[in-house]
């Protein structure tokens, strides 16, 4: 006989979380084994002593942490998308009546935490890793990844010369003469002065004025985008200033953006990541690597592997 389910939705149920989660759910398992208590003392000098309540730090990082293992960057997309997982919510602490924090929440809790509150978390789990046996601290293998900024290419301003920008553009036209009208006015300049100046020769500038020449005068296209009527943007003559930190980052056959360049090292035991690093875009991978070795050298020592 044909089966057929009728869906009517209980007034009342008795339902437990921790029941829906398997034994063997890899967010049960990261819970029992991932103890972040110690985040209340070590953010307790951050917040005062009246007002509402925050978002709990442990939450917060849980947050980042799923963020990071499910491939999302956007606040917003990462509280729909926990909102929805049963084993998630467990991790987090939710019961499936409560609601997860706000979106904005997170990102003004990742803007109160200095940098040295994510390292200490860092080298926290790392040291968890290395009392399970999963570091051997023999071979690390180091790669980098370009990380897209929360800018716009479309927000870029032109650098402004050290002469008077007016007299600068008549004298070397190495910006075609849509730019001012096609770039959108950031709501807020977050930039310093040294980085509104620019930074290229006169050769630099005559190599990116013939460029613009084998263009199209009219052009009318996005900034860096693959094709013939796209503008050429450079680190030496434009800045983003909602992130002036953010270089202008290109790969062969792709457009150009404004990225970071995250240069991180993984031990090849288990493929724990040991060391993690933010760089400017613009930068070359041997030129930070005499960095990234004397970091990794000194995280490595402190856990007892060199």
Known sequence: MQGKKIYQEKLFSNFQLSNRVGKG???????EALDLDYLYNLTSKFYGSSGQKSIDPVVFFKLCLVGYLENIISDRKLIDHCS????????????????????????RTRQLFPESIFEEVFTKVLELCVEKGMVSGHTQAIDSAPVKANASMDSLELKVPSQDLDAHLAEVRHISKRDKQTFRKAKQDKSSKDQRIITANEKELQGITSRNKRWSKDQDQRPGAGNKGSRYTSNKTHYSP?????????????????????????????????????????????????????????????????
């Open 84 to 107: 929805m997982r049963l084993d998630i919510l467990y991790f987090l602490g939710y019961d499936i009546d409560e609601e997860l924090p706000w979106h904005s929440t997170i990102s």
């Open 25 to 31: 759910n890899f967010y049960r398992r990261l819970k």
């Open 242 to 306: 909602t992130d002036p930190d953010a270089r202008i980052n290109v790969k062969p056959g792709k457009a150009r953006k404004l990225n970071y360049l995250s240069q991180l090292s993984v031990d090849t035991n288990n493929h724990v990541i040991t060391d993690i690093k933010a760089y400017h875009a613009d930068g070359k991978d041997n030129q930070q690597l005499p960095d990234i070795v004397k970091r990794l050298q000194r995280r490595l020592w402190k856990q007892g592997m060199i």
